[in-house]
């Protein structure tokens, strides 16, 4: 079969590899892909927002399935589109797509069907929201309600902060029109936990637990990014909390969901925070999170396609997922500048001393493959490395780091030392 992957970043060149070992695949098209996609697949110059040449190009060339990356065109509406031209597409639909597009829209769903989530006022003068600061003081978190590429959310420790953050948001308008409403959270202390599920609208089948790690710089400083590193599984729960967190957190939803006749279908990501060994939903996100999947998927030894079909078919009952035992780790290498202002064009040196190593795994996300391979975004690489404990992957994955080198590269060199 033929498999169309959409997207260009981490998340997709580690699902190309994925899909890659798969026997029922026999092509596979990223569009528009990056450097480390073409190793695996062809890269289609159409872009993940260009929804109508997709359906062309999947339509012209019989794609068996297509697997989007990224949130935007979800939300946009892709998913939709495909199944009017009767091709069969891993996602939601734009009308549940919208639990990422709208934080507000997601917060107000959680709260209805009982989800253990942070308290939370809405705002769309900001007038308003900096009187409400005054009165609660801090801590607080600030959020605008739409898509930001992961960084519209704000810790803010002071009322000052939170000053600021709204300021960013809906004054200086630092993510157009996405920061029109904010939602001003309690703030939540604790361990954070990311939690992917597959399910059909029926049945939810979990994936091994992840920990993200989303400030910039070590020791969780500096400002939010898209994700600098992850690993899993995330040591803070045991199998009985983690099955508790699916009955509190994903069942009420996915159940709620289903009631009201709405059929939720492909993966739904959440983003936990653990307090007093209790799960609170910070966010719930419509697709694979990026760095976790590079973290999750190679431990996995079920074939990813095979799942993917029996998601979208609402045959998940059938599934039961393989697992590798053994931790795997994943650090995001950035540009300098990163996630404010940084420069491309920038030569990759020594990825080919990686390429025969085992259980190191390099997947490229900012990167475009001329006669080298160069930088062409803000999270570039990410090395994923598998080992029998935190540590073991820890030192596995920093020793094949140091041999890639590229002007001004950045990142943690704390990836997984909390769970040590």
């Known amino acids: 079969m033929k498999v169309l992957i959409v997207g260009s970043g981490g998340r997709e060149h580690c699902l190309a590899w994925k899909i890659a070992q798969s026997k029922l695949v026999d092509k596979i098209y990223c569009a528009p892909g990056n450097g480390g996609t073409s190793l695996v697949a062809q890269n289609i110059d159409i872009e993940a927002g260009d929804i109508e040449r997709l359906v062309e190009f999947a339509c012209q060339e019989k794609i068996d399935l297509t697997v989007v990356g990224p949130e935007a065109p979800l939300v946009e509406g892709i998913v939709d589109e495909f199944n009017k031209a009767g091709l069969k ?6 009308e549940l797509a919208k639990l ?19 308290d939370f006022e809405v705002f769309t003068s900001h007038d308003e929201a900096k009187k409400y600061i005054k009165e609660k003081g801090g801590p607080l978190v600030v959020k605008a309600d739409g898509l930001a590429a992961g960084k519209g ?11 600021d953050a709204i300021d960013a948001v809906m004054v200086e308008k630092k993510f157009g029109s996405a920061g029109d409403r904010v939602i001003i959270e309690g703030f939540l202390e604790g361990e954070e936990l990311s939690v992917l599920i597959f399910t059909d609208g029926k049945t939810i089948i979990p994936l091994v637990s992840s920990q993200d790690h989303k400030r910039a710089y070590d020791n ?18 045991n199998k009985e909390e983690f099955d508790d967190i699916i009955d ?28 007093d060994n209790m799960p609170y939903v910070l966010e719930f996100n419509v697709r694979f999170g990026d760095p976790e999947t590079q973290a999750v998927l190679p431990k996995l030894k079920s074939d990813l396609v095979s799942v993917m079909l029996k998601t979208i078919e ?11 035992e053994r931790t795997c780790l994943c650090v995001v290498l950035a540009s300098g500048g990163y996630p ?17 190593l085992e259980d190191v795994f390099v997947f490229h996300a900012g990167t475009k493959k001329g006669e080298q391979f160069l930088t062409s975004g803000g999270r570039v690489l990410n ?3 598998l080992g029998d404990t935190i540590k073991s992957a820890k030192d596995k994955a920093y020793k094949a780091i140091a041999d890639i080198e590229f002007e001004d590269m950045h990142y943690r060199t704390d990836i997984g030392s909390k769970a040590i």
Not at 89 to 94: A, D, L, N, S
Not at 253 to 271: R, S
Request: hydrophobic letters at 35%; aromatic letters at 10%; charged letters at 30%.
């Open 248 to 275: 509190r957190a994903f069942k009420p939803f996915i159940k709620g969901l289903k009631e009201e006749g709405k059929v939720y279908k492909g993966m739904l990501y959440g983003g936990l925070m653990i307090k």
């Open 89 to 94: 597409i891993f996602g939601p639909t734009k």
């Open 340 to 356: 404010g202002k940084y420069e491309k064009g920038k030569v990759i040196k020594g990825l080919e001393k990686l390429k025969d």
């Open 153 to 163: 959310v704000f810790v803010c420790s002071s009322m000052e902060e939170a000053f």
């Open 314 to 324: 609402g045959k998940l009952n059938e599934v039961v997922l393989e697992w590798d």
């Open 383 to 385: 090395v994923s490395a």
């Open 100 to 118: 990422e597009g709208s934080k507000i829209f997601s917060k107000e769903i959680m709260k209805k069907y009982g989800v253990p989530t942070a």
């Open 220 to 237: 969780d400083k500096g400002p939010n990014t898209g994700g600098m590193g992850a690993y899993s599984p995330a040591p803070v729960v």
